[in-house]
Nanobody, 119 residues
Framework: QVQLAESGGGVVQPGGSLRLSCEAS????????MGWYRQVPGKQRELVASITNSGSTDYADSVKGRFTISRDNAKNTVYLQMNNLKPEDTAVYYCNVNYRVVLTQFDRWGQGTQVTVTS
């Protein structure tokens, strides 16, 4: 079973930057797509960015040009570089990974990390 460890959240002023990390650990798994979602109280969780195992990326319109998703396959880690942060980016950010064990695919969520953008 894959475990996810997220890190990098915090409090930052508008215009600032943060980098989130999510490392997958376990045995005998192969990662497929990885992504970051975010959720604020009372709203549905929304996709922020995703990246396939070949490196193709997709972003929510609200973060295009400000956020960059990347992955290090050797470290089983996905990153989200967030620049020019805005108060509306405040949310709990969740890592999501799709992975395969032999022929079976699984989906796993991280525990979430709080990002607060405030002056």
């Amino acid at each position: 079973q894959v475990q996810l460890a997220e890190s990098g959240g915090g409090v930052v002023q508008p215009g600032g930057s943060l980098r989130l990390s999510c490392e997958a650990s376990g045995s005998a798994f192969r990662l497929n797509a990885m992504g970051w979602y975010r959720q604020v109280p009372g709203k549905q969780r929304e996709l922020v960015a995703s990246i396939t195992n070949s490196g193709s990326t997709d972003y929510a319109d609200s973060v295009k040009g400000r956020f960059t998703i990347s992955r290090d396959n050797a470290k089983n880690t996905v990153y989200l570089q967030m620049n020019n942060l805005k108060p509306e980016d405040t949310a709990v950010y969740y890592c999501n990974v799709n992975y395969r064990v032999v022929l079976t695919q699984f989906d796993r969520w991280g525990q979430g990390t709080q990002v607060t953008v405030t002056s």
